[in-house]
């Protein structure tokens, strides 16, 4: 199989990814509510383990739509897919423990890391909306630790809000590829 074709299949089985970030926006916002209301430890608890079924939960979103939720056994992609999502939860160990000193730092570091981790969904999908996805998730991160910490307490609620709006045109664009012969 090409590299071509596998791309258009993770588009075509997961609809052009938009489940993921839909899923991680519902995460993001309860993680910032938990810091903003509750406590910034409980906080990296929800986002360290609500991550964790981030997966999970878009596979019973796409499942809810119909059609398949998973790339075939064997599907040359599969690895791609969880080398990548194995990055985000050992990189928060680090967002943790700096969220640990310094708590205000968590929710930002984490966005850096999430962010990063999409540049791999670029290969993956075949698809350059997921670089502009990871490029506005590192830099509002980077943003509210180095540049506007008066951002930081809100950094997981903007980030919770363009994951929500980044699924929109996710979705839309497997639409859309789907309609084209």
């Given at each position: 199989m090409d590299v071509t074709q596998a791309q258009h299949d993770v588009r075509r089985v997961y609809r052009g990814?938009?489940?993921?970030?839909?899923?991680?926006?519902?995460?993001?916002?309860?993680a910032s509510a938990t810091y903003s209301w509750?406590?910034?430890?409980a906080a990296m608890a929800v986002l360290f383990l609500g991550g964790m079924l981030?997966?999970?939960?878009?596979?019973?979103?796409l499942k809810a739509m119909g059609g398949p939720a998973s790339l075939p056994k064997g599907?040359?992609?599969i690895a791609l897919?969880?080398?990548?999502?194995?990055?985000?939860?050992?990189?928060m160990l680090v967002s943790i423990a700096l969220g640990a000193l310094e708590p205000s730092?968590?929710?930002?570091?984490?966005?850096?890391?999430?962010?990063?981790?999409?540049?791999?969904?670029?290969?993956?999908?075949?698809?350059?909306?997921y670089g502009v996805l990871a490029g506005i998730l590192v830099a509002l991160g980077a943003t509210a630790i180095f540049a506007l910490p008066m951002l930081r307490a809100l950094s997981g609620w903007i980030g919770a809000a363009v994951l929500l709006a980044?699924?929109?045109?996710?979705?839309?664009s497997h639409r859309a590829e789907r309609r084209t012969p």
């Open positions: 990814g938009f489940s993921g970030p839909l899923v991680s926006a519902v995460i993001w916002a309860a509750g406590s910034p430890t981030i997966f999970p939960l878009s596979s019973l979103v599907h040359p992609s897919a969880m080398q990548s999502a194995f990055t985000v939860p050992l990189g730092l968590f929710l930002p570091a984490t966005l850096i890391i999430v962010g990063a981790h999409y540049l791999t969904f670029i290969s993956l999908y075949g698809m350059k909306a980044a699924s929109i045109p996710l979705y839309l």
